[in-house]
C-alpha cells in the first residue's frame, strides 16, 4: 500500500513538471482523438467503397468518387494530426528532460560536500543522464501511447458496435486469446533469460579479469589456462542461449498464429451473417473493414502492456531522481554574512570536534593559532584527521563542535565563496577540466589575460612543458587529464593557483607516482607559493616538515605534539618515532 | 560482416533451412488474402456455405503451416546464431590471448573487453536476425506484388509505382536521420561529460567559487541537445504521417482502378479487397526492414569492431625454423651455464608508432647472482628495460641476451618460466590466496607456496587470514590493502624460483620497514636469482650490486652507490630531492 501512496506522489511530481507545457499537452491529446478516429474510420469508408464494387456492370462510379474523395480527405487530416501529435509530445518530453537536468545539477552544485562524499560518483550520473531519459521516455512518452490506446480500443469498439454486434462481441472475446499466449511466453522465457544474464555476467566478469589484464596473464604464460576457463563457460552460455532465444522468439510467430486464428474467425461467422442476413445486416466492404479492425485490435493491447513495464520503470526512476533532489542543500551563507576580502592570515581553531558519523569522531578537540605567514606542517599516520583538518578549513563540512575563525572572524559569519577565494588549493587528486591548457590554468579567473597565464605557469614550472606540447597553451586536454602525467596534471594545478594567488593556501603533498626530478619542481613551486602566505601542508617529505614554522602531529583526531622539527625531535615523542621510521633504515640504524 | 561468416560454416544445414523455413511461412502468408477473396466471392456472392467452411479450414490449415514453419526457421536460426558466436568468441579470446604487448597497448585491453562482450552479442543477434528476417521482408514485398499482376496486370502497375515512393520515404528519412542521431548521442556524451567532472571536481569547483559558472555551462549542454532532439524528431515524425498517405492515396487509386476492371468483368469484388490487402503487407514489411536495418547497421559497426581485433597480427612471435632441433636448444642452454644471466648489446627500442626512442644504445651485462637497481625519472625508459627481458617487446636494434642466447631464440614459454615478473600494478585475480600463487607454478605445494609467501613478507598478513591460503579474494583482490596486495604479486612471482626476478617499483606501496625486510630477504634466502630492481625510491636500491641511472633513455650512469653519488649528476640530483644533504653526505 505505501508504496502505491509513493508511485502516486511520485506521478503528481512528475505532472507538476509537466504544467509550464501544460497547453502543449492539451493539444496534444486533442490530436490523438482526433488521429485515432480518422485512422478508424479510414476503413470504414473503403469497405463503403467496396460494396459499391459489386460485379461486371454493377460498379457505382458516382456513388464511390464522393466516398473516395471523403476517404482522402480523412487520410489528409490523420497524417497532419499524428505529425502534430508526435511533434506535441517531442516538445514535452524533450524540455522537460532539459528543465529537469538543469535543475538537478544546480542542485547538486549546492548539495553539502558530505552528500557528494558519501554516494558514489557513478550513481548520482546515472540518476543525472539515465534515469532522466528513462524518466522521459518512460512516463511522457508513454503516457501518450497509453491515452491512444485507450482511445483506440474504445473506439475500435465503438466502431464494430455500430457496424454489428455480434462479430464485435466475438472480436472482443477472442483478441485477449493472443495476450494470453504472449504473456505465457513471456514467463516461461523470463527464466530462461535471467539464466542467460547469469551466465553472461559470469562472462563478463571473467573477461574483463583475464583480458583487462592480459598482460599479466602473458607474463605468466597463463594463455592456455585462460583459453581453458573462458571456453567452459562459453559454451555454457551456448547452451542457455540458445534455449533462451529459441523461446523468447516463440512470441511473434505464436501471437500471428492466434490472430490468423481470430481473423478466421470473423472471416466465417461474418461470411455467415452477410450470408444468410443479406447486405441490410453486413454488407461485404463492411465484412473486409471487420477484418481489418480485427488484426489491428490486438496492438494497442500489447502496446499498453508494453507500456505499463515501462510506466514502472520509469517511476523508478523518477523517484531516484527526486531523492536526489530532496537531498536538503548546505545551510545557506548568513543573510548578514561577512565578505572576506584580502585575509591577513590569522587562522584560529577553538575546541574543534568533528565526526562523519556520531559513533567516530574524528577530531575530538583541536585547538590552534596560526599567525600570518607561517608555514604549518601536518603528519601523521593515515587516517589521522589530516583531510578532516582540510575539510573544515574550507568549509566544505561544518564543524560540530567549536568554531574557525579567520582575521578573528568565525568562518561561518563570511560567505563561503568568499572564504574559499582567500585560499588556495592544491590537493593530491589533480582534477583538471577537459578544454585547453589555457583554461585551465584561469579557472579561478577566466577573464585572465594570455599573459598573465603563461606567467602563472612560468612560475609554477609548468611552462616548460606546456611549450613543448603539440598546440602549446591551446592544447585540449582529454577527460580527466587522460594524455598529461601525473606530474603535469599537478604543476597545472598549482598554476591554477598560482595564477590567484590568494593569501591563504592548502597544500597536499603527492605520495607517490611522480617522478623525483618533477618532484624537485614541484617542490620549487610550492615553495614560491608559500612565501609569505598563511600555508596548511599536509606533508610527506621531510625538507618540507623541516622548513615548517609549527608541525602539527595529528593521531586518532587530536593534535597530540605541535612545535618546530628541533622541538619534537628533542622531545622524543611520537614525532621522533615517526620520522626515524619513515627515514631510511641505515640512518635509523647509526 | 561478410569476414566473419566463415564462423558459420559449421551451420551450412542450419543457417540455409533457417531462411529457407521463415520464406516458406512468408509465401503462405500471401496466400491469405487470396484464400479470403475467393470466399467472398464464391462463398458469399454465390450463397455457398460449404466454400465457407473450405475457406476456413484452408486458412487455419495456412494458419497452422505458417506456425510450424516459423518455428523451424527460429529454432535453426537461434542454433546458426549461437553456435557462431560461440566459436567467434573462443577464437576472439585465443586471438586476444596471443597478442603482444605492442598490441595490446594499441588496443587498450578495456576496449578488448567491450569487443568480446557487447560488440560480439550485437553481432550474434544481428547473425540471428538476418537468418530469420532479412529475407521474408524483400520476399513479402516482391511476393506480394507478384501475387497482384497475378489478379490484375493494370491494377498492379498501382503496385509498382507506390512501392518505390514508399521505399523511397523510409530509406530517405533513415539516411536523413542518422547523422542527427549520432549527432544528438554526441551532445548528450558531452552532458555526462560534464556530469562527470561536475560530480569528480566538486572541491576544486567550490574552492574557485565556480558552481554557478559550471550550472551555466551544463544548461549550455543541455540546451543544444534540446534542439538536437527537436530537429531530428520533426523529421522522423513525418514518416508515418507521410507512409500513411502514400499507402491509402494507392489504396484509393485500386479502388477506382479495380472498379473499372470489375464493371468490366475482368476481376471480382473479392479479389479487390486482396489487392488492398496486399498494399498493406507491403507497407508492413517496407516498415519491418527498417527497424531491421537500424539494428543491422549497429551489428556491422560491431561487427567491423570485433574484426579490427582479429586483425591485430600479434608481433613477437617464436622464431618457427624448424632447423631448431631440441638438441641444439639444449646446447645453447648448456652453453649458458657459465654465460652471464643478463647481456644487453647496444639496444635500442622505440615503441611502435612512437616518433622517439625510448631506449637508446643500451649495453651493458648483468652476472647471475646480482642485484641490478634501476633509476630514473618518468618516462626515462624503466619499464621499457624490464620489459624487453621476458619479451614483451622486442627491440628494435641490438639485443638482449639470457644465458648468453637471444630472447628471440627461446620459445616464449621457456623465456618466461626462467622469469618471475611482479607488474607496477598489483593485480590479483578473484578466487583463493593459493589459485593465485599458482599463477607462477601450476603444481606448487603449500611448502613451496608459504616460502614464497615469506620472503614477500606477507605470510604474517596471510596467516592471519581466516582460511589461510583458502581465503577468497574479490575480484582485483580489492578486499586485501595495496601493500598486501604487492606482496602477494611478489609472493607470485617467486614461487615459481624464477631465475631472474623483476620487481617492477613494485614496493611503492609498502612503508620502508616492510620495504627493507622484504629486500634482506630476498638477498638471503635467493641465493644465485638475478634480480631487477626498478624504483623511485634511492633507498630501495641504495645497496644493489649495480645501479643503473637511466635518463631520456640513456644510461647516466652504472655503478655502486657510494661510486654514484661521487660522479652522477643525475643520480645526486635524484639523492638530493629524496634525503637531506648531509645523508648523501654520509
Redesign the interface.
Known sequence: MRKKTENATTLVRVIALIKPYLWLLILSLLFAVITVMTTLYAPVLTGQAIDHVVAAGKVDFEAITPILLRFLIVVGIMAVSSWVMNLCNNRIAFHVVRDLRTQVYAHVQKLPLSYLDSHPNGDTLSRIVTDIDQLSDGLLMGFSQLFTGVVTIAATLGFMLSIHVGIALLVVVLTPVSLFVAAFIAKRTYSLFRAQSKVRAEMTSLVEELVGNQKVVTAFSYEEKAEERFYDVNHRLQKVGLKAIFFSSLTNPCTRFVNGLVYTGVGIFGGFVALTAGPAVLTVGQLSCFLSYANQYTKPFNEISSVITELQNALASAKRVFDLLDEPEQLPDKEDAVVLHGAEGTVGLSHVAFSYVPEVPLLKDVTLNVEPGQRVAIVGPTGCGKTTLINLLMRFYDVKKGSITVDGTDIRDMTRESLRENYGMVLQETWLKSGTIAENIAYGRPDAAMEEIEEAAKASYAHNFIRRLKDGYQTVIAEDGGNLSQGQKQLLCIARVMLCLPPMLILDEATSSIDTRMEVRIQRAFHKMMKGRTSFIVAHRLSTIREADVILVMKDGDIIEQGTHKELLEKGGFYHNLYYSGAPEEQSAE | MLRLARYLKHYKKESIIGPLFKML?AFFELL?PLV?AD??DN???K?D?TY??R??FI??L???V??VC??IA??F???A???F??EL??DL??H??????AE?DKAG??T??TR??SDM?QVQSGV?MIL?LFLRSPFIVIGALAAAFLVNAKVAVIFVIATPILTLIIYGIMVLTIPMYSKAQKA?DT???A?????????????????????EE??ED??R??KL??RV??VS??M???T??VV??A??AI??Q???Q????VI???E??AL?NYM?QILNALVALQVLIVSFTKAMASAKRVNEVLDLQPTVLDQDEPAETADQQRKKTDAGTDAPAVVFEHVSFTYPGAKEEALTELNFTVKKGQTVGII?????GKSSLVNLL?R?YDVTKGAVLIDGVDVREYP??KL??K?G?V?QKA?L??GTIRENMK??KDDATDEEIDEALLIAQAKEFVDAKEGRLDYKLN??GKNLSGGQRQRLTIA?ALVRKPEILILDDSA??L???TD?ALRRALSERTKGMTVFMVS?RT?TI?NADVILVLEDGEVAGIGTHEELVETCEVYK??CQ????AE?VG?
Open positions: 511461412e491469405v479470403v470466399m467472398i462463398g458469399i456472392a450463397g456455405k465457407i467452411y475457406a476456413a486458412m487455419v495456412l494458419g497452422v505458417g506456425l516459423s518455428l527460429q529454432f536460426a537461434a542454433k546464431s549461437v553456435g558466436g560461440t568468441r573462443d579470446f585465443a586476444m590471448n596471443r597478442l603482444s604487448y595490446l585491453t578495456s578488448l573487453v568480446i562482450t552479442n540471428n530469420r548528450l552532458i555526462s561529460l556530469t562527470r567532472e561536475g560530480l569528480n571536481g566538486a572541491r576544486v569547483i567550490r574552492a574557485f567559487g565556480r558552481c554557478e559558472d559550471e550550472t551544463f544548461t543541455c540546451n541537445l534540446l532532439q527537436k524528431g520533426k515524425a513525418a508515418n504521417p507521410l500513411y498517405v491509402n492515396l489504396i484509393a479502388i477506382m479495380g472498379g473499372k470489375v464493371d468490366a468483368g471480382t469484388q473479392g479487390v479487397i488492398v498493406t630514473g625519472g618518468t618516462g626515462s621476458p614483451f616464449q614459454r618466461r618460466e622469469i615478473m607488474p593485480v585475480f578473484s599463477w607462477g575480484q582485483g607470485r611503492s606501496a612503508d620502508f620497514a627493507a623511485q633507498a641504495r640530483e635524484i630531492s629524496q634525503v637531506s645523508e654520509a
